[in-house]
């Protein structure tokens, strides 16, 4: 691992490894829960309470946790304060709790948490890894946010429980529904996939950040560099091909 | 008995755990490229399952009742046995298959299908032989998701597809097609 500087550890985890857009932890919640923006705001603000607890109490533990039980450990440091998230949320917005149902205890399965835990927080001292847990909490934010929002817009027609275009709107009801998770989420990635593809083919083909794109080799990027490397190639190549020389 | 049939279709086919619930779609993504992982890996699943609802059966009736707090708790221990359980099972059986599952084994104890499937039964209070049909019904239900989604995929790979939407975009447009298709059996809830 490269040593990086506080300020890479909390800024990475916001938009460069996304957890959610970038890299493809934790959809469960952000698919299911983010039919209108209130439920996600409490999605996203439960999920990052547990990934900070844990994450410090992890990194606080760090030496005393045996490498071959570390899984189960992180597992049970979870669910531990899930079970207080889920008992807060009850206790505060009852309202919510009852639409979010059974995905506030699904939070222990949120890969994004357990993943932070096994590649940040349980090699990094204390303040590293708050600072890690809070950047990529609040990446989680932004896309489950990001998500509420487009559903809630177009598939009620307001936000915040706020109407918006009146009433001659005639809301789309599939994107509350299950497949506008789906389609929404691949519409984003979609978005995504074709800025990174313009950004890769103005500037020069440079090789697409390291551990960004779902499967580490993002398909549209790769396929613009190569569209962009034969280019090069044939430059390189008249130098030393015969029908080059003068 | 039609009580339980519809558990089972109705686990199965209306809410599905994968287009209906969000529930295990890392496995979803992770597993779909070759049809038969993909089935293998939906028969690893639904076998956990079928532990972990008669074990969350158990905690429920004999156990929780006194200690309520401790559900998720005792829920993510049983399911991690659990599949350590299997895991050497496999391995002892057929390497090959514990080859080809890879990473995705170990991983299914964070799949949210199988944690999703004992909270479910709780708060719907089934009863013992409706926890059975129920975890048959959800993992038939995720076989399916992913044999369907593994055919797909094996088609999309001979079509040629714009390069901005190739991956895991056109992955998930496929999946919230398929999931308007499941829609569809909503009409046997009348």
Known sequence: ?246 | MGDLMWILVSAMLVNNFVFFYFLGLCPFMGVSQRMATALRMGMATLFVMLITAVSAWFLNAFILPWAPYLRLISFIVVIASVVQIVEMVIKKVSPTLFRDLGIFLPLITTNCAILGLAIFQTLRDYAFVQSIFFAVGAGLGFTLALVLMASIRMELDLADVPSVVKGTALVFLVAGVLSLAFMGFAGMLA
């Open chain 1, 1 to 246: 691992m490269k040593a990086t500087t506080p300020r890479e550890d909390l800024v990475r985890g916001i938009w460069e490894e996304n957890p959610v857009l970038v890299q493809m932890l934790g959809l469960c919640p952000v698919l299911a829960v983010s039919n209108t923006v209130a439920n996600s705001l409490a999605m996203g603000v439960a999920s990052f309470f547990v990934l900070f607890c844990s994450s410090v109490i992890i990194s606080t533990m760090r030496n005393l946790i045996p490498h071959q039980v570390r899984i189960s450990t992180f597992i049970l440091i979870i669910a531990t304060f899930v079970t207080v998230a889920d008992f807060s949320l009850e206790a505060v917005i009852p309202d919510i709790h009852r639409a979010l149902g059974p995905y506030v205890p699904l939070i222990v399965c949120n890969c994004m948490i357990l993943g932070r835990q096994e590649a940040f927080a349980s090699r990094r001292p204390v303040g590293r890894s708050a600072l890690d847990a809070a950047g990529t909490g609040i990446g989680f934010l932004i896309a489950i946010l990001l998500m509420g929002t487009v559903r809630e817009l177009l598939g009620s027609g307001s936000l915040m429980g706020v109407e918006l275009f009146g009433p001659s709107f005639e809301p789309w009801i599939i994107m509350i529904l299950p497949p506008g998770g789906f389609l929404t989420i691949g519409v984003i990635l979609l978005v995504i996939a074709w800025w990174g593809e313009r950004r890769a083919s103005a500037a020069k083909p440079a090789p697409w950040p390291e551990g960004v794109g779902p499967e580490r080799t993002p398909a549209g990027v790769g396929s613009g560099a190569q569209d962009k490397n034969p280019r090069d190639g044939r430059n390189g190549f008249e130098h030393i091909h015969p029908s080059g020389r003068r």
